[in-house]
C-alpha cells in the first residue's frame, strides 16, 4: 500500500462546477499538508499549505485536513478553464524537507 | 519563493551518455534538492544536495548514477549518468526559502532517452 493514495483522473467538469480532489494517507504522523498545481511542461506551483488540522481558503481554493480519517481535499469553487492542471498532494511528518507525493490527479474544466 | 531556473528545458539523448542539468536559484537557499517525476508516478525525491559537501541519497539512487554538485548556495548540477530509456523522465530541482518550510520547484528538465 503506497503512504499516499490519489485517484489519478482525469477529471473533467464543465466551467464554475465546485471541484474537489482528494488524497488518503496511511501514516499518522503526517502533519504537513500541501497541494500543488503543476501544468503541462512546467514545475509544481504550491497552491495551499496546511499544518496539522482544519480548514484553509484562499480565495477559490479552499484546503481541508481531517488527521482522524487520514484524509485531505482541496475544493476549487467556479472553476475556471485555467484551472485545468495537475494537482498534486504532498505530505511530511517533522518537515517539509521530505515530502511524500501523491501520483497527482489530471483536472480538465471545458467552456 | 524564489525564482528558479533549470537548464535544460528538455533533452533528448542517446543511450550510454551523460546529461548534466543545472540549477540556479535568485537567492541564496539552504536546501536544495532533485526530485524525479516520471509518468504516471509520483514525485521521487532524488537527493539533497548540500553545499560543500557529498549529496544525501534517497533509498534506491546512488552517487555514480546521478552524481551532484552543489558549489554554492545558488547553484546545483544533477548528472543523470550512462543513461538507459528507464531514465526517462521529468527531472526537477527544488529549494526550500529561508524559513518558510515551503517547497519550491523549479520548471523541471524534461529528459528523453533512446
Known amino acids: 500500500q503506497k503512504e499516499v493514495e490519489q485517484d489519478p483522473g482525469p477529471l473533467s467538469v464543465p466551467e464554475g462546477a465546485i471541484v474537489s480532489l482528494n488524497c488518503t494517507y496511511s501514516n499518522s504522523a503526517f502533519q504537513y499538508f500541501m497541494w500543488y498545481r503543476q501544468y503541462s511542461r512546467k514545475g509544481p506551483e504550491l497552491l495551499m499549505y496546511t499544518y496539522s488540522s482544519g480548514n484553509k481558503e484562499d480565495g477559490r481554493f479552499t484546503a481541508q485536513v481531517d488527521k482522524s480519517s487520514k484524509y485531505i481535499s482541496l475544493f476549487i469553487r467556479d472553476s475556471q478553464p485555467s484551472d485545468s492542471a495537475t494537482y498534486l498532494c504532498a505530505m511530511s511528518s517533522f518537515n517539509t524537507d521530505k515530502l511524500i507525493f501523491g501520483t497527482g490527479t489530471r483536472l480538465q474544466v471545458f467552456p | 519563493s524564489a525564482v528558479i531556473s533549470q537548464k535544460p528545458s528538455r533533452d533528448i539523448c542517446q543511450r550510454g551518455t551523460s546529461l548534466t542539468i543545472q540549477c540556479q536559484v535568485d537567492s541564496q537557499v539552504t536546501m536544495m534538492f532533485w526530485y524525479r517525476q516520471q509518468p504516471g508516478q509520483s514525485l521521487t525525491l532524488i537527493a539533497t544536495?548540500?553545499?560543500?559537501?557529498?549529496?544525501?541519497?534517497e533509498s534506491g539512487f546512488v552517487i555514480d548514477k546521478f552524481p551532484i554538485s552543489r558549489p554554492n548556495l545558488t547553484f546545483s548540477t544533477l548528472t543523470v549518468s550512462n543513461m538507459s530509456p528507464e531514465d526517462s523522465s521529468i527531472y526537477l530541482c527544488?529549494?526550500?526559502?529561508?524559513?518558510?518550510?515551503?517547497?519550491?520547484f523549479g520548471s523541471g528538465t524534461q529528459l528523453s532517452v533512446l
Open positions: 527544488s529549494v526550500i526559502t529561508g524559513s518558510s518550510e515551503k517547497l519550491f
Open positions: 544536495a548540500n553545499q560543500g559537501s557529498e549529496a544525501t541519497y
